[in-house]
C-alpha cells in the first residue's frame, strides 16, 4: 500500500534531484499538470501509469523506495548480490543430488509455477513459468 503523505514526499525529492518544477515534470512524463499538483497536496494517489512514467523516465529511481520508502534513491548502479543458487550452497552430496534430482524432475513436468529470489536488501525478484 502506498503512503500518500510519503509518496509526495519522495516525488519532491525526485523533482529537486533532477531540478524540475512541479510544471517541468508534468511535461517531462506527459501527466496534466493538475495531476502533479494533486499528487504533491495528497488530494490523489499515484496511479499505475504515473509510476510507470515516473519509473521510464528517470531509470535512478527504484519502484519499492517510490512507492514505500525501502532501498535508496538515486538507486546504486552496483548490481546487487545473487542469491546462492542451488549449485553454490554447501550441504551433503546425497541431499544435493536429491534435491536437483526432485527439481529436474518438476522442470521437466512443468509443475513449477515460479521462482521468487530474495535479496538481503529486502527486494526480490519473481519470475512466473
Same mark, same amino acid.
Given at each position: 500500500?502506498?503512503? $500518500?503523505?510519503?509518496?509526495?514526499?519522495?516525488?519532491? $525529492?525526485?523533482?529537486? /534531484?533532477?531540478?524540475? @518544477?512541479?510544471?517541468?515534470?508534468?511535461?517531462?512524463?506527459?501527466?496534466?499538470? @493538475?495531476?502533479?499538483?494533486?499528487?504533491?497536496?495528497?488530494?490523489?494517489?499515484?496511479?499505475?501509469?504515473?509510476?510507470?512514467?515516473? !519509473?521510464?523516465?528517470?531509470? =535512478?529511481?527504484?519502484? /519499492?523506495? !517510490?512507492?514505500?520508502? #525501502?532501498?535508496?534513491?538515486?538507486?546504486?548502479?552496483?548490481?546487487? &548480490?545473487?542469491?546462492? #543458487?542451488?549449485? @553454490? $550452497?554447501? =550441504?551433503?552430496? @546425497?541431499?544435493?543430488?536429491?534435491? !536437483?534430482? #526432485? $527439481? &529436474?524432475?518438476?522442470?521437466?513436468?512443468?509443475?513449477?509455477?515460479?521462482?521468487?529470489?530474495? /535479496?538481503?536488501?529486502? #527486494?526480490?525478484?519473481?519470475?512466473?513459468?
Amino acid at each position: 500500500m502506498v503512503n $500518500i503523505d510519503g509518496f509526495s514526499k519522495r516525488l519532491v $525529492i525526485i523533482m529537486d /534531484y533532477y531540478d524540475l @518544477s512541479a510544471a517541468s515534470l508534468a511535461e517531462k512524463i506527459s501527466v496534466q499538470r @493538475s495531476s502533479i499538483s494533486h499528487l504533491l497536496s495528497g488530494r490523489n494517489k499515484p496511479s499505475l501509469d504515473f509510476v510507470l512514467k515516473i !519509473l521510464n523516465e528517470f531509470p =535512478e529511481v527504484e519502484l /519499492y523506495w !517510490l512507492l514505500n520508502g #525501502t532501498g535508496e534513491f538515486p538507486k546504486n548502479e552496483k548490481q546487487p &548480490e545473487l542469491a546462492p #543458487t542451488l549449485f @553454490s $550452497i554447501k =550441504e551433503p552430496n @546425497s541431499i544435493k543430488e536429491n534435491n !536437483l534430482k #526432485t $527439481i &529436474e524432475k518438476s522442470v521437466q513436468e512443468g509443475e513449477i509455477e515460479r521462482i521468487v529470489i530474495f /535479496y538481503k536488501d529486502g #527486494t526480490f525478484k519473481n519470475y512466473n513459468a
